[in-house]
């Protein structure tokens, strides 16, 4: 296959880290290309630069042979390079059809064409398949599932006479079938000799569409490999530097009396009359499709949302949650699926972050024991390995991986007894992941008690005692024996109809 993009020594720096260190990439035509790395590795660096959002410091890179100096991403789209990033970024008071075609409006002399623009967004959602006929090309951004707004992303990219795409964690936010039809519009696009970048966590993934994989470490390059050549394994060492024990569980355990018990929780048509209970020491894992009610249910029963009906005890005590202070009160820690609106203060640093809900800790007589502070902090930096040049660094300067290591050491740092964690593992590397399936098992073993909401399979099964399976706003099953279920059994009864 002929070369398309060639990267040579590209360096880059940030204040405080060498995110990129003489590395280099090679992409062909019509190929997969993974991109893998732990948190922090400079994978997005890497293709921000190559997207034209970040400019190199050194290096060059060659497209089609040429050597090319794009100063913006909008220059790189332009010439067929665009990205999907791994925050989505559409403009949320406009429609759909807007975000798509922002940047060249059909116009019809010298008028923006509502008509034609509507016409093209429909001809990109056929293209795209089931769920991007989901909604309408002048629904409003802002009323749309991440699934659909990624998706928008990607009508975006290929709306223009695209070659080379790069995908930043494209299926963290999708469910199986948004991922199932997502893989097979890339293979169509390669198809079409578009080139791909896939950035992703998920080997198995990578395994199953990528043509080649190449590996980072700290920012430097490790090496590129046929996927069909290697294991996952291999990928894993690569990533690591070493062979890592990954987190299995050897035995169901035996749990408490109920802590937690929700009755007729009720929330808008998306949460219906939902009873559950939650006993001491125990992870409660919840599955179901994206958009099932878990998110909901959560938020509602932390006080994010006002919940319409329904009773809440708490050790035989009922409560009224009516904000998430009234929880954190109670003893309840939410990491929550959108950390970047939600889990962070993106302007403050590591440190103030991460002890937000405890630092009344380090008070004495009002004044904020800085040492004692810090030294909390640096010992959950240790623990999840957590890439920051300072503890001051703002945590909107960090990898995405690392900022949902943040928002995990905030809750566990501190003292609740009753977690709540959404979607936890959410672009966490394989290492990272293991280290918190431990810290969870740790967590409960201690009598702690977890509800885990999660859309992947194999994490689900392996970290629940006891197993609720959502659909429509609606708990329709519930399974006590978890080790011994197949896969298929769980999906049967998330999706259904
Ligand atoms: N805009 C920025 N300002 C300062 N530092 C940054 C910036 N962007 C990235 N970094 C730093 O550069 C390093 C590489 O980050 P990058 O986002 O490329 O990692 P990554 O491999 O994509 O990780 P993840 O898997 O967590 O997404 C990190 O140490 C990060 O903190
Ligand atoms: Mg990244």
Not at 80 to 90: N, S, T
Not at 304 to 311: L, M, P, S, T
Not at 360 to 366: E, N, P, V, W
């Amino acid at each position: 296959m002929s070369v398309i993009l060639k990267c040579d020594s590209i360096s880059k720096a940030f204040p405080g880290v060498q995110a990129l260190d003489n590395v280099q990439f090679e992409l062909c035509r019509g190929e997969i290309h993974a991109l893998c790395g732990e948190n922090g590795a400079g994978k997005s660096t890497l293709i921000k630069i190559i997207t034209g959002i970040y400019q190199k410091d050194s290096g060059n890179i060659s497209f089609n042979g040429k050597n090319i100096h794009y100063k913006s991403a909008q220059e790189c789209r332009g010439a067929g390079i665009a990205l999907i990033p791994q925050e989505i970024q559409l403009a949320e008071t406009l429609t759909v059809a807007e975000n798509i075609l922002m940047t060249n409006y059909p116009l019809k002399r010298g008028i923006v064409s509502w008509k034609e623009m509507y016409k093209k967004t429909g001809e990109l959602q056929k293209r795209l398949g089931r769920t991007a006929l989901s909604f309408r090309p002048d629904e409003t951004v802002k009323n749309l599932n991440m699934g659909q707004k990624q998706l928008v992303e990607i009508m975006k990219a290929i709306s223009m006479d695209v070659k080379i795409i790069a995908f930043d964690e494209p299926t963290s936010s999708l469910s199986e079938e948004e991922t199932e039809s997502m893989f097979a519009l890339v293979k169509q696009l390669t198809v079409e000799g578009v080139s791909i970048i896939y950035v992703s966590h998920r080997l198995a993934e990578i395994f199953r569409i990528c043509d080649r994989v190449s590996v980072f470490k700290d920012g430097k390059y490790v090496g590129t490999r046929d996927t069909g050549a290697v294991t996952p394994r291999d990928i894993i060492t690569m990533m690591v530097g070493r062979d890592i024990k990954l987190y299995e569980r050897t035995e169901q355990k035996e749990t408490g009396e109920a802590v937690l018990e929700v009755k007729n929780l009720k929330w808008k048509n998306k949460v219906k009359n939902l009873s559950f209970t939650l006993n001491k020491g125990e992870i409660l894992g919840m599955f179901g499709i994206v958009g099932s009610g878990r998110t909901e249910m959560a938020r509602a029963l932390f006080g994010i949302e006002a919940k319409e009906d329904g009773e809440v005890y708490i050790r035989g005590q009922q409560v009224n949650i009516k904000s998430p202070e009234d929880a954190v009160k109670l003893g309840m820690g939410f990491v929550t699926e959108d950390r970047r609106s939600e889990g962070l203060s993106l302007v403050a640093g590591v440190a103030e972050n991460v002890t937000l809900p405890f630092f009344r800790k380090f008070l004495r007589a009002g004044i904020l024991n800085f040492r004692k502070e810090h030294a909390e902090v640096q010992r959950f930096i240790d623990l999840l390995n957590i890439k920051t040049p300072s503890l001051e660094t703002k945590t909107e300067n960090l990898s995405g991986g690392n900022q949902q290591k943040i928002v995990i050491a905030k809750w566990i740092g501190a003292d609740s007894s009753i977690f709540i964690f959404d979607e936890p593992t959410r672009g966490i590397d394989v290492g990272a992941k293991s280290e918190i399936y431990r810290l969870m098992d740790e967590l409960s073993r201690k009598g702690n008690s977890i509800i885990m909401i999660s859309s992947e399979l194999p994490e689900i099964q392996t970290m629940s005692d006891r197993l609720l399976v959502f659909k429509d706003g609606e708990i329709v099953k519930e399974f006590t024996d978890v080790f011994a279920l197949g896969e298929e059994q769980i999906l049967e009864y998330a999706i259904r109809s």
